[in-house]
């Protein structure tokens, strides 16, 4: 199964924050899996950095290359057909980032794992 992560997930896992329910970890951690991280993300992360909300103990790209690559997670580029998408949500959720998230869930048809309910105001699957 295809699972698109919200950066927190993506945080909270490779830091080993131990935040992240049963369910989100195993789905996570089952190999049968294909986990997705948005490029969104990848972006927030490095403004996150940039204004001291967000420090890791390397280098940001490198840090970032490293993470997807020891777990195996794949990067979800920001296609235009999302962005297409974004333009016609309701603005129950006003984060830009996890508008582009919830978008990406829609367009590609996958649930994202996710612990902020506002998500659920779409119709998407949100796993926690």
């Known amino acids: 199964m295809r699972l698109l992560i919200d ?3 993506f945080i909270w896992y ?8 049963a369910t989100v970890r195993a789905l996570i951690d089952d ?11 990848v972006w927030e992360m490095a403004i996150k950095q940039s204004i001291g909300k ?6 940001f790209e490198v840090f970032i290359k490293q993470q997807l690559s020891l777990n195996d997670f794949n990067l979800l580029d ?6 297409a998408v974004v333009a016609t949500l309701p603005f129950h959720h006003r984060d830009p ?3 582009l998230l919830i978008a990406q869930s829609l367009v590609e048809k996958i649930p994202i794992l996710s612990v ?6 779409y119709p998407i699957e949100r796993l926690w």
């Open 54 to 59: 967000l420090s890791f103990y390397l280098p």
């Open 78 to 83: 920001i296609k235009i057909n999302h962005l």
């Open 7 to 9: 950066t927190h997930i």
């Open 97 to 99: 980032f996890d508008r």
């Open 116 to 121: 902020d309910s506002a998500f659920d105001a």
């Open 31 to 41: 190999q049968d899996n294909k986990i997705l991280l948005s490029t969104a993300s």
């Open 14 to 21: 490779i830091l080993d924050i131990q935040k992240l329910s």
